[in-house]
Structures are given as structure tokens and as C-alpha cells.
């Protein structure tokens, strides 16, 4: 008798571990991917910024703003995570 609910014990918590294991491989990947999509979104404000053809005060609002971005989708990509 002690066996069996040794085996289905285990057998449960082996089932809840796998089920934990998948949640987090995931919650990894969108992790992973908002990185990936960030950083791209980065290089392209930092392309736009080197051949900035505006007046110095254009190109500075336009840094700015792009600074304003990055820091909004960092922030709600953080905030997703800690939901998850």
C-alpha cells in the first residue's frame, strides 16, 4: 500500500514539474524574443539618428523620442514578464 501512493506521489509531482518546466520554457522564449525585437527596434533609431539630415534641435528631438520609445517598450515588456 505504501508503495502505490508512493508511485502516485511521485508520479504527481513529476507531472507538476514537467507542467512548471513548460511554463518557463515559454515564458523564455518571449522573453528572448522581446529582447531580439527591441534591440532591433534600437539599431534602427540609432541608423535614423546617424543620418539625421535635420537641424541639430530636429535631430535632438528626434533621439529623444526614440529614447522615449525604447524606455516604454522595456518598461511594458518588464511588466508582461513579472505578470507571468
Given at each position: ?13 513529476i ?7 513548460e ?45 522615449a ?16
Amino acid at each position: 500500500m505504501k508503495n502505490i501512493i508512493l508511485t502516485v506521489a511521485l508520479g504527481v509531482s513529476i507531472l507538476l514539474v514537467a507542467s512548471c518546466g513548460e511554463e518557463s520554457t515559454t515564458e523564455n522564449i518571449q522573453v528572448k524574443s522581446n529582447k531580439v525585437q527591441r534591440t532591433a527596434t534600437e539599431t534602427v533609431h540609432r541608423i535614423e539618428e546617424a543620418v539625421c539630415t535635420g537641424t541639430e534641435a530636429e535631430c535632438l528631438a528626434k533621439k529623444a523620442k526614440n529614447r522615449a520609445q525604447e524606455t516604454a517598450e522595456f518598461i511594458k515588456d518588464k511588466a508582461e514578464e513579472l505578470n507571468n
